[in-house]
């Protein structure tokens, strides 16, 4: 007599769990952005001292993406929770649940861009711009900005993202 094992969908839960443990979600400016604009972002997001044709102009940090998520880890951590407890529950549309919380944290990132006064600009730019938004010009950092699903172990990638 032969013993037969039931599955109960024991291995599409364990394959759920591994996906979700593969992946990370990366936001912010990646190479489609462009150099110009991902320059952009990184003197806004870090400030820099010496730029400018004349080398003198300080650029305070005006951080947008580490900003953005020392304000919404928690909240992206219960998101994953969510999808673990959903995975438990029978629900193994991984990547779904992944594709909606790198799209919330892609509109997070533009809105702090959006919104973000402080430090202003020198007057010279607002004089220049016509108006007094830190991170906007043109819009087009902002329109830059996205989000996609990596590899956890993919090069050039930091354990934070």
Same mark, same amino acid.
């Given at each position: 007599?032969?013993?037969?094992?039931?599955?109960?969908?024991?291995?599409?839960?364990?394959?759920?769990?591994?996906k979700?443990?593969? %992946?990370?979600?990366?936001?912010?400016?990646?190479?489609?952005?462009?150099?110009?604009?991902?320059?952009?972002?990184?003197?806004?997001?870090?400030?820099?001292?010496?730029?400018?044709? *004349?080398?003198?102009?300080?650029?305070?940090?005006?951080?947008?993406?580490?900003?953005?998520?020392?304000?919404?880890? %928690?909240?992206?951590?219960?998101?994953?929770?969510?999808?673990?407890? *959903?995975?438990?529950?029978? *629900?193994?549309?991984?990547?779904?649940?992944?594709?909606?919380?790198?799209?919330?944290?892609?509109?997070?990132?533009?809105?702090?861009?959006?919104?973000?006064?402080?430090?202003?600009?020198?007057?010279?730019?607002?004089? *220049?711009?016509?108006?007094?938004?830190?991170?906007?010009e043109?819009?087009?950092m902002?329109?830059?900005?996205?989000?996609?699903?990596?590899?956890?172990?993919?090069?050039?990638?930091?354990?934070?993202?």
């Amino acid at each position: 007599m032969a013993v037969k094992t039931k599955n109960n969908g024991f291995n599409k839960y364990k394959e759920a769990f591994k996906k979700l443990n593969s %992946k990370k979600v990366a936001v912010g400016l990646f190479e489609t952005a462009g150099k110009k604009v991902i320059t952009r972002g990184i003197v806004n997001e870090f400030g820099t001292e010496n730029a400018g044709k *004349n080398k003198n102009v300080t650029i305070p940090e005006r951080s947008f993406v580490r900003s953005t998520y020392n304000k919404n880890y %928690k909240k992206v951590a219960k998101d994953f929770t969510k999808i673990a407890k *959903n995975i438990s529950r029978g *629900n193994y549309n991984v990547n779904a649940k992944l594709k909606e919380i790198r799209l919330k944290q892609e509109l997070e990132i533009k809105k702090t861009i959006n919104s973000l006064k402080i430090p202003s600009n020198a007057l010279s730019t607002i004089k *220049n711009k016509g108006f007094d938004n830190p991170l906007i010009e043109t819009g087009e950092m902002r329109d830059k900005v996205s989000s996609k699903l990596v590899n956890k172990k993919v090069i050039g990638y930091n354990e934070r993202i």
